[in-house]
């Protein structure tokens, strides 16, 4: 709790991994106060108190970490693996007084954090201090996706409209994704475009197979813009896709992109990188609790999976293995389609929402707020989709 008068002082305590940063950033600056990022660099076999749930810092480097000293952050932002005994000794270095507020996974009781904001396809227990949103945190809004429907917008105003942009992921966890995934990715998306007598602006990612980007680079049969992927692209069109795009497709093996996919508003389409009994869709009904379901899935689907050791290896282990180990993301597509945000591609569009459904950041934003006993200025934030030029 900060001193009256005084705006609270935040540390993000940051994540190595790309998606996780993201996820950080976002939240930090939604709030609207200020904050410093704190980067650590970890000791490679250090996993003793990380596992053992402790309180120090012996699973880092300080001399090639950010110092961690007084003054004490109000509140500290963190998530992954390594920072859960971080954040705890920071906590106690402060005599309590910092807040502890964590996202994603855990690895300990959450009785030990403030608050947890998590996403169905962890096994976090429910409990007074986990909010459980629909997708991940993302720092998209209004406002930069409007700036980039300008930006490129004149560039693709050859191409016919609509615009379905069509975002590419690659093998995740238990999903492959090789060249009969790919070839279904392009035969699907092929039927949508024409059904709807407009454009596709594809764009890949660092785990986008290169036999996906070919597979699109090698139709005629739509007018298309295709983005390769490069890395720190200052001209990567992904968001300029987003922003423009009347209703988008994204490889539903990438929860980030899924979540930055409902941002826009747009209509999203699902589409499931595994088939058969190796698919998401079965994986899903499964999730659901039909077993007879699943297996109806499983025996209707005729097309066949691509297969790679480490997407069988990583389903062994959400079957038999330490369930921490492991994510299911099938119970975040189970989410998503039960409440109408998205939809399986080539599955009909839902009947328009009533209501649009709650935004998750500004969920997590109230609950900082509660915790901190004054409101983030970020609360009013702007919120809602864009619209096209």
């Known amino acids: 709790m900060s001193e009256p008068g005084r705006l609270p002082r935040v540390w993000v305590v940051d994540s190595h991994r790309s998606g996780e940063k993201t996820q950080l950033r976002a939240l930090a600056q939604a709030l609207g106060w200020p904050f410093e990022i704190k980067t650590l660099h970890y000791r490679r076999f250090e996993m003793r108190t990380t596992l053992l749930r402790g309180s120090d810092l012996r699973g880092i480097d300080p001399a090639r970490s950010d110092a961690l000293a007084p003054p004490w952050p109000d509140l500290l932002l963190s998530m992954g693996m390594r920072n859960e005994p971080v954040a705890r000794w920071v906590r106690a270095q402060s005599g309590g007084r910092t807040r502890l507020v964590f996202l994603g996974r855990l690895w300990s009781d959450p009785a030990h954090f403030d608050l947890v904001i998590t996403t169905p396809q962890y096994r976090v227990p429910d409990r007074p201090n986990v909010l459980r949103n629909a997708l991940p945190l993302h720092p998209l809004a209004p406002g930069p996706l409007a700036g980039a429907a300008a930006r490129w917008g004149p560039a693709l105003g050859h191409l016919p409209r609509p615009y379905l942009t069509v975002n590419i992921g690659g093998t995740s966890g238990p999903y492959a994704f090789g060249p009969r995934a790919a070839a279904r990715l392009v035969r699907d998306t092929l039927a949508l475009a024409r059904q709807r007598g407009g454009s596709i602006l594809v764009s890949s990612s660092a785990r986008t197979p290169r036999c996906a980007i070919d597979a699109f680079a090698a139709q005629d049969a739509v007018p298309m813009q295709l983005y390769r992927w490069k890395p720190d692209d200052p001209d990567n069109p992904y968001l300029g896709f987003l922003a423009l795009a009347d209703e988008v497709i994204v490889t539903a093996d990438s929860i980030s992109m899924l979540s930055e996919a409902h941002a826009t508003g747009k209509p999203v389409h699902m589409f499931d990188t595994g088939a058969g009994g190796l698919g998401m869709r079965r994986d899903m009904a499964l999730a659901r ?93 702007e919120t809602g989709p864009v619209s096209p030029p």
């Open 289 to 381: 609790g039909g077993a007879d379901a699943a297996r109806a899935v499983a025996r209707d689907d005729r097309d066949r999976p691509d297969i790679a050791p480490g997407a069988l290896a990583y389903r062994a282990l959400m079957r038999w293995g330490w369930k921490h180990l492991s994510r299911d993301i099938s119970r975040m597509h189970l989410r998503l389609v039960r409440s109408g945000r998205m939809v399986w591609l080539g599955d009909p569009l839902p009947a328009p929402r009533q209501a649009p459904p709650p935004d998750d950041m500004a969920r997590a934003l109230a609950r900082i707020g509660d915790l901190m006993g004054v409101e983030p200025p970020g609360a009013h934030r």
